[in-house]
């Protein structure tokens, strides 16, 4: 088919006779004349079906049929349009084509959302059906123009004697800035790939090699928080030369923007201006400043001392930013900016009011004199409203730099047509950090220190600056590199200065090091953001906007349906990736973690040749998982709980998932509560195992959802679907979601039985199944429900195989609890690591809860066992807002924190510490991100178990035995918290 793209037409081919293919836009019926807007990926061209110009019955009567998304082939006759119906909107406005022959393709079903320029559809909903999302035109054109800049760059970088040169996917661990994604060895068993976060060593050595110029259009993975500009898989333009210097690499870069911005109706002036770190903070409290607009930090650090106000009196640092007419902002929204400084990490928000008035939040300390003095020395104006913060430098200048952009947004003192290229040069080569007390490397430990510093790097490291540098357009990085170190001994000497041995700078960097010794050049690069710089040429909002397939804020593939994200099979692994052990006090140091030996053969292999997901043993060392044998021959449960009121069996083994029905017995309806991820890989599984099969009903995933909200959602759709009171609620998941669904069975219904199927490690029978502990609340960590016993509790311990290893391991740190409280053969199991069997793990830890949940009065005090770690964990976890860390690795850390507070009280021997914490940090919680310890001191106010300034905390005495203590104070809270680095 000799096919024209359809927004390629123009008056030049008038006369023509083309043939189009794509999409309909919309059809238009005005009986004897149709008009259809046809679309593909080029643009949109009107078509003209009219009787009086030739159009037969036929060729109508297929017109007429066509509706929106309808795939066409269309021919015809290229016309001109009448003056009063062109349409200058669109590029094909001056033409139409008039078809003589119509060929329906496909037909198609109603979009879930207009195929336009400007939808109104949920991101959520629009990611799902991302193939349709593409169609519409603003998506389509943020691709194409990504082709023509990949083109651009290329055609450039080759113009400048750069070879493209393709760096491996599968590597060892390098020290970037973000966790690994790691990919299963099938050859070296139990061992881990890591995926690329950056081809750093590998450009190094292509250095060595001899090839002077490398450049890559590469695409690199980190696990990292996901926002509006980062995404976990992500293109770098990773360019390296040898022979070289700062200068060359400015000169390279301003030269390929100037080649390619242009393409996208951006201006370049070269050269690009460049200001120091140092400067970049001092003025605007950012290394990546927005100067398209003033508003700049003044320092009136000096000046402030004269006011008697403590704030400043005590501060390191008084820093403010005068907003241009902030005199009229409300009472109301002055507040609410403090609240954000507060937020931020500011003790507190001092403003004032340059107007008659004088209005200021310190107006008792400050008389007419004070007043001008610190108005003179932030230049402010008649209408304007200075914002000023006190405390610690590094505070003050996050604090006021977030500030300045978020109230300049808001204001509309940004100009949108201005395009401001800025290089930020001088970096500090370290940086301190406060939780482990030590230094970093700002960049990466390759970045060479800048001259004639070198010797400052052992005497005063926080002094010497690096040759590195990046730029930045509207407040946005789009890349950053440096100068590399290229010689042996000033490479041992930076490591040495971050606190990295020679035995360990063997093992990570070994190989970079040894081909040092071969001659390596002087080097440096640059590595820039192709994904940013394709979202800022089509003036886009998010990354999303300019990748074909993006993952979601949960980094998840939005079309679930087409392109489904793996679950393996390994619930245990180690890692070369030493640089990913929590950062802890040096008392600590010497428990690190150890590499785990467990991991399996053969998993989805094995799985797919046997049809079933878990129906096959599948071959594992160390008994890690999948024994054959341990699905009982009878329906006799693993054990009874019994409680004051009732009593329910639990039943333990593999291959139970496709019996859940069975084990029940007799009900009426049945209803499946999952998550959505979790109902395609049980749900529905379970669901089927109902005769007839059961409802299935599905819920958010994730601790931000276990709310009132969810639960409300749960219960409406139990109504609409008829639920009577001998229907039967099957949990499928882990706590959340049986807090959550439990909850809402319990107390809203009260006569819908529930059956619990944990897809976690069984560490929560109590809590899970039936809502006692209900769902959280903005104010407290939970609303207190009434317990509604189950039918039955199921676990299928075949499922802990092929859960994502963070969920297996989240289950695996509250099991360790139990152990270290109620069970010490359950704590010996669980610290043999390698050596773990999980069924055996499985069946201790319910031993353990069916203790504490039993109406045994002896036990009444081990019944508070949620209680270790979890006052602090659940306020980690609210510091946290639900996010970053998983629910049982909050916990974790609040053991080891709670650990220290029973050392300091003499309830807990040093060296059985050592022991608990050692077991705990063996199974890798992810690092503590940076938190406020008063933010987690608060949310404990709130905790489920405490009331007032009450803090009812357990502690272990030994392993296996425990003390409750009811007057834990705040200063052994903020002591606990600082043994784990939060002070």
């Known amino acids: 088919m000799n096919r024209t793209f359809a927004g390629t037409l123009r008056k030049d081919h008038v006369g023509q006779s083309v ?39 036929r060729l109508l009567s297929t017109a007429k049929e066509l509706r929106s998304e309808y795939v066409v082939r269309i021919a015809g006759e290229v016309i001109e349009r009448a003056a ?57 054109q943020n691709l194409m123009l990504r082709d023509r800049i990949a083109f651009g760059v290329r055609d450039y970088m080759h113009r400048q004697g750069f070879v493209e040169i393709e760096t491996p996917m599968l590597t060892k661990s390098t020290p970037e800035g973000a966790r690994d994604y790691l990919v299963p060895s099938r050859v070296h068993k139990g061992t881990f790939y890591a995926l690329p976060q950056s081809p750093q060593i590998f450009k190094q050595l292509l250095m060595v090699s001899g090839f002077e110029r490398y450049y890559q259009i590469v695409r690199c993975f980190r696990d990292e928080d996901l926002r509006a500009d980062r995404q976990p898989e992500f293109t770098q333009i990773d360019i390296e030369a040898s022979f070289i210097d700062e200068e060359f690499v400015y000169s390279l870069i301003e030269g390929m923007f100037a080649q390619i911005f242009p393409l996208a109706g951006i201006p370049v002036t070269t050269p690009i201006p460049r200001m120091t770190w140092q400067a970049a903070m001092d003025r ?27 704030a400043f009196r005590t501060a390191q640092s008084v820093r403010g930013i005068v907003v241009p007419g902030g005199a009229a902002l409300s009472r109301k929204r002055i507040d609410e900016i403090t609240e954000e400084a507060k937020k931020l990490g500011a003790s507190g928000l001092v403003w004032m009011k340059f107007d008659a008035q004088r209005g200021s939040s310190i107006k008792k300390f400050l008389n007419d004199a004070s007043f001008d003095s610190l108005r003179q020395a932030l230049r402010g104006g008649e209408s304007d409203m200075a914002l000023i913060v006190a405390g610690k430098q590094t505070t003050v200048w996050d604090v006021l730099g977030q500030l300045r952009v978020r109230i300049a947004r808001e204001l509309k003192l940004i100009p949108a047509d201005r395009w401001n290229f800025l290089w930020v040069v001088d970096f500090p ?73 020679e035995e360990e700078a063997r093992e990570r960097f070994g190989f970079l090091l040894e081909a040092f010794r071969y001659g390596a050049p002087p080097h440096g690069g640059i590595a820039l953001g192709f994904d940013r710089i394709i979202m800022l040429m089509a003036r886009a909002d998010s990354l999303r906007d300019v990748i074909a397939f993006p993952k979601t804020a949960r980094a998840q593939g939005g079309s679930a349906r087409a392109v489904r994200i793996s679950s393996g099979g390994i619930p245990l692994w180690r890692t070369a990736a030493r640089r990913n052990r929590p950062r802890l006090r040096p008392h600590h140091h010497a428990h690190g973690p150890r590499r785990l030996a467990a991991g ?33 021959e009878t329906m006799k449960p693993f054990i009874v709980i019994k409680q004051a009121s009732a009593s329910y069996p639990v039943f333990v083994g593999r291959g139970l998932l496709d019996r859940v029905g069975s084990l029940v017995g007799a009900h009426g309806r049945a209803f499946v509560i999952t998550t959505d991820t979790l109902r395609s890989r049980f749900g529905d599984r379970v669901a089927a195992s109902f005769k007839p099969s059961a409802e299935v009903i599905t819920m958010p995933e994730g601790e931000a959802h276990k709310t009132l909200e969810t639960a409300n959602g749960i219960v409406t759709q139990l109504l609409e679907r008829g639920a009577k009171r001998d229907a039967l609620a099957v949990v499928v998941g882990g706590g959340m979601v049986g807090d959550t669904a439990g909850f809402a069975a319990s107390i809203f219904l009260r006569g819908v039985d529930l059956v619990h199927v944990p897809t976690t490690l ?38 802990l195989g092929s859960l994502p290893p963070r969920e297996l391991l989240s289950g695996i740190y509250e099991a360790l609890k139990g152990g270290v409280i109620g069970d010490r053969s359950l704590f010996t199991l669980l610290e043999r690591r390698g050596e773990i069997d999980l069924d055996a793990a499985v069946r201790k830890a319910v031993r353990v809860k069916a203790k504490i949940v039993s109406a045994d009065e002896k036990e009444a005090d081990l019944r508070r066992l949620l209680n270790y770690g979890h006052t ?44 608990i914490d050692a077991a705990i940090l063996d199974w890798r919680p992810s690092p503590l991100p940076s938190l406020d310890p008063q933010d987690v001191i608060a949310a404990t106010e709130h905790d489920k178990k405490n009331t007032g300034t009450k803090r009812v905390m357990i502690f272990p005495r030994a392993v296996g035995t425990c003390e409750v203590v009811s007057d834990v104070k705040e200063s052994e809270i903020r002591y606990g918290l600082a043994a784990i680095g939060i002070s």
């Open 19 to 57: 043939t189009l293919a794509g999409w309909v836009q919309k059809q238009r019926d005005f009986g004897d004349l149709v008009f259809i807007d046809l679309r593909d990926r080029s643009g949109v061209c009107q078509i003209v079906v009219d009787r009086k110009r030739g159009a037969d019955d």
């Open 84 to 140: 009063d119906a062109r349409n200058p909107k669109i590029p094909t406005g001056d033409v139409e084509l008039l078809a003589r022959q119509i060929e329906l393709y496909n037909a198609a079903d109603t979009p879930p959302f207009a195929i336009e320029d400007e939808v109104t559809a949920a991101e959520e909903l629009r990611l799902k059906y991302r193939y349709l999302d593409l169609r519409r035109p603003p998506l389509a």
């Open 284 to 310: 605007y409290g950012i290394d990546r400043p927005d100067t398209r607009f003033g508003m700049e930090l003044i320092d009136i650090t000096r000046v402030s001392q004269a006011i008697e106000f403590p």
């Open 429 to 501: 080569l370290f940086e301190w950090d406060e939780q482990s007390q030590r230094y970093f490397a700002r960049h990466h430990p390759f970045t060479s220190p800048a001259p004639g510093s070198a010797d400052r790097l052992e005497s005063d490291p926080g002094s010497v600056l690096a040759r590195a540098y990046d730029v930045v357009l509207n407040g946005t990085e789009l890349g950053g590199g440096s100068i590399r170190i290229n010689r042996s001994d000033v490479q041992s000497r930076m490591f040495r200065a971050l606190g990295i041995g």
């Open 600 to 632: 399996c053969d053969r998993v989805s292999q094995d799985r797919a040749r046997s049809g079933s997901d878990d129906r096959r043993a599948v071959a594992c060392r160390h008994q890690a998982v999948g024994r054959a044998g341990h699905c009982p």
């Open 762 to 799: 069984l560490a929560q029978v109590d809590s899970s199944i039936g809502g006692k502990l209900a769902v959280n609340h903005p104010k407290g960590k939970n609303l207190i429900g009434s317990f509604f016993p189950p039918r039955a509790v199921i676990s299928d311990t075949a499922l």
């Open 872 to 915: 602090i964990g659940h306020g980690i976890e609210s510091a946290l807002r639900y996010e970053r860390l998983t629910h049982g690795e909050a916990v974790a850390w609040g053991m080891i924190a709670a650990n220290a507070i029973a050392v300091r009280r003499g309830i807990l021997p040093a060296a059985v510490q050592r022991r």
